[in-house]
């Protein structure tokens, strides 16, 4: 791990291609030890979700090269590496566990992450979930107080009032309003660098479990409606 981090954070520094070039043997080892760590996990997460169990790191893992098409940011990598270990692989468009490794810095993405849901909820899905959540007696919230207290809900983006079809006064409106369904930690560098990372990482994500598949649950549903 150690040489993982040290690698992002001399990245960092030297975002460019000459840099990156000099050091591709670097990068490499660096994302070998990775791929390697994503097995681990997926092996660890498997034993409790058998939704995930027999993927592998590469269909979780994504390019270090970034898309500057349309960003201000014209830096050509990634300073962090991350894994999305959900059903299908991370092409699938169901929810997951997402591993995430920075710099250990502050903010995305700088932060080492731990997340599991659904960042990028289809409008179809994001309709199902927000009727399931109002009309779901509490259910949903149970999912969110089952997470390890290291976890949060995003709440970025989130409405500043209710969505259409849901009048004020609908019960669980501080969820309906959501835009993100994200449970989300930020582990600190010591917490990564623990000799049994993967089972520590898998003992947090199995609090998450009952979240993710309220989840996708409701992303199955909403292909399969009409």
């Not at 179809?124 to 999912?143: N, S």
Request: charged share 25%.
């Amino acid at each position: 791990m150690k040489e993982i981090i040290r690698f992002l954070r001399e990245l960092k520094q030297h975002n460019d291609r000459a840099w990156f070039n000099a050091h591709k043997e670097q990068y490499l080892h660096a994302q070998e030890k990775f791929h390697r760590l994503v097995d681990e996990l997926i092996g660890e997460i498997g034993q409790f979700d058998p939704t995930v169990a027999g993927l592998k790191a590469k269909d979780c893992t994504y390019r270090i090269y970034r898309d500057v098409r349309f960003s201000s940011d014209k830096s050509p990598y990634k300073t962090h590496m991350g894994a999305f270990i959900n059903p299908g692989g991370k092409k699938s468009g169901f929810a997951g566990y997402y591993f995430h490794i920075g710099t250990g810095g502050e903010g995305y993405p700088d932060a080492h992450m731990l997340a599991t849901g659904d960042y990028c909820c289809t409008p179809d899905a994001l309709r199902i979930l927000r009727e399931d959540i109002a009309y779901g007696q509490g259910d949903f919230e149970a999912t969110v107080q089952q997470a390890a207290p290291h976890f949060h809900l995003d709440r970025d983006g989130c409405l500043k009032r209710n969505p259409k079809g849901f009048p004020d006064g609908t019960p669980y409106e501080e969820y309906i309003r959501l835009k993100n369904f994200c449970l989300c930690h930020t582990p600190d560098t010591d917490f990564m660098l623990a000799d049994d990372l993967p089972r520590r990482v898998a003992e947090l994500f199995r609090t998450t479990q009952p979240f993710l598949h309220y989840i996708n649950r409701g992303i199955e549903y909403s292909r399969t409606e009409g």
